[in-house]
């Protein structure tokens, strides 16, 4: 099954590289920018619809307010007519019946002016030939410093029954207080003082259309929707009415927006942030596993090359280096210079032989043989191996390791690993250096770390040492190092290489202290467990 998989991945990215894949969170942001903006003109339409209603129902009630005022000054109109009529009627009998009485029998002051409180009049006056007159004084209508409280009214009687005339005045307390309840200022007081009424006034000035469509002006300062009418023929009415609960809803629309704004930005970042987190590891996956099965690709295409290479070239190098070896044992006649010349050609075929032979070993797959082994151990091995060279070139060796350094893995392997490591150490090192190695335990990982000097290669191609046939030596095949990653890849460990000063090459190994599971990543390398 693994196979067929990598082989469908394989047809999936060719047919859509990765470069082309759609990116969800861009995707994403710009969903949420639409459903913002379909809120904001949702929310537009409600603060319009809002408004619409408002002014219509302003309209209105300032019909029923004008309605209500012209009824009540129609109604004041009669009834201050009517109390005029009934004033002037009673004023009118008041003076006949004194006209009456006084015929039969002439009033005098206090009889005239108890005449007056009887009948509720302020005073009379009865005017008589030669001069004479009777004064009677009625109610108490003047105030402490003899100022009439309220304006009286008078009526002047032409006597019927005797020459003279017959004054009389009147005024009431009451009627003066239902005239100003009729009275059309009083009315707009009393309007004013409703919920919901700023103010009401009657300008004294013909009605001009303030140009508005709506024909309500809404002042924000004071949140006040007002409204011109038509009132009489020279008069305006201005009815201002609280708007309120007009900005009070349009506030909570708005407020509302701001919060789903803000919420649909926030979980829309995050759900953004998730698809881009979630793209990225994907993509990273997919370019990883392209460029493993390139690599796969690749080595089996050297792979093949190098059976053909080992095929047609072993025996043809074999047949030379045994025809050099008899003719360097059997022509004694040789001179000492061809004779050094047959061996140079003899140490040229085994280096051919050795690049051969470690060509088929890097594209062939490794058996591994699980068994304990002592990475402390074998490193003290392999420096006791070299300590000759190390010796001679001068090269000054630091080696550190904790107690317990012992991990699962094919100990003949992990030893070629560490020979190739520490053999490049020691050949990049021809005129003295130092080599230090550090073995330490990191969780669930056995870390050993390598420094050594003598790197020739720039920073820019430090990451490829691990490659095939990458080498800055002239002598080298360029193998040692990718034999190694693959071994250590086997075993499920990883090697990373830095240089942190120049010509310093600082190499980290970390392998797994617990068996590597069966179908780990390294054996898409063409490494695997037989």
């Not at 201005?238 to 704004?261: C, H, K, M």
């Not at 996956?285 to 392209?290: K, P, R, T, V």
């Not at 130092?434 to 050993?448: P, S």
């Amino acid at each position: 099954m693994k196979p067929l998989f990598k082989r469908l991945a394989s047809a999936i990215i060719k047919k859509f590289p990765i470069e082309r894949l759609i990116p969800t969170w861009k995707g994403n942001f710009l969903v949420v920018g639409i459903i913002v903006a379909v809120v904001l003109g949702y929310s537009l339409w409600q603060v319009n619809r809002a408004q619409r209603v408002f002014i219509s129902q302003v309209k209105i009630d300032a019909q029923i307010i004008i309605e209500a005022i012209k009824l009540n000054a129609n109604n004041a109109i009669i009834s201050e007519t009517v109390i005029d009529e009934v004033v002037q009627s009673f004023l009118d009998n008041s003076a006949r019946f004194i006209d009456f009485l006084d015929s039969i029998e002439p009033f005098s002051v206090s009889e005239l002016s108890a005449f007056c409180r009887q009948s509720n009049l302020e005073w009379a006056v009865i005017y008589r030939p030669n001069g004479f007159m009777t004064r009677g004084q009625g109610q108490d209508v003047t105030d402490g410093n003899n100022q009439p409280k309220i304006q009286s009214k008078t009526y002047t009687f032409k006597r019927q029954r005797l020459p003279g005339t017959i004054t009389v005045g009147f005024s009431s307390p009451h009627i003066d207080t239902l005239k100003r309840q009729v009275d059309l200022q009083q009315t707009l007081e009393r309007l004013q003082k409703l919920p919901g009424i700023a103010y009401i006034r009657i300008e004294n000035t013909p009605f001009q259309d303030s140009g508005h469509k709506s024909g309500v002006i809404l002042h924000d300062n004071n949140r006040i929707a007002e409204t011109r009418l038509s009132f009489n023929r020279d008069k305006t009415l201005v009815v201002g009415i609280s708007a309120a609960p007009y900005y009070n809803e349009r506030d909570r629309l708005w407020t509302q927006f701001f919060f789903f704004a803000i919420l649909a930005g926030c979980i829309g970042a995050l759900v953004s942030w998730l698809l881009y987190y979630y793209q990225t590891a994907t993509l990273n996956q997919a370019l990883s596993f392209e460029r493993r099965l390139a690599r796969q690709q690749e080595d089996a295409a050297l792979g093949q090359a190098s059976a053909t290479i080992t095929h047609e070239l072993r025996n043809p190098l074999s047949a030379i280096s045994m025809g050099l070896q008899r003719l360097d044992i059997e022509a004694g006649e040789l001179t000492s210079e061809h004779k050094d010349l047959v061996n140079t050609m003899l140490r040229a075929l085994q280096r051919t032989n050795g690049i051969i032979s470690n060509l088929s070993r890097y594209t062939s797959s490794f058996k591994l043989q699980f068994q304990q082994v002592d990475i402390k151990s074998a490193i003290s091995r392999l420096l006791t191996l070299y300590d000759g060279m190390i010796s001679s070139q001068g090269i000054e060796v630091t080696f550190n390791s904790c107690t317990d350094a012992t991990i699962p893995g094919d100990q003949h392997l992990l030893e070629e690993m560490l020979e190739n490591l520490i053999k490049n150490a020691i050949e990049a090192q021809q005129h003295g250096g130092y080599i230090n190695i550090d073995v330490t335990r990191r969780g669930e990982m056995l870390a050993i770390e390598l420094k050594n000097q003598g790197l020739e290669a720039v920073n820019e191609n430090i990451d490829r040492i691990f490659e095939a046939y990458f080498t800055t030596k002239a002598t080298g095949s360029g193998l040692g190092l990718a034999i190694a990653k693959r071994i250590i890849e086997a075993h499920g460990g990883s090697i990373d290489g830095h240089s942190p000063h120049k010509g310093e090459l600082h190499l980290q190994i970390l392998l797994p202290l617990s068996h590597v599971r069966e179908g780990h990543d390294a054996g898409s390398t063409g490494i695997h467990d037989e």
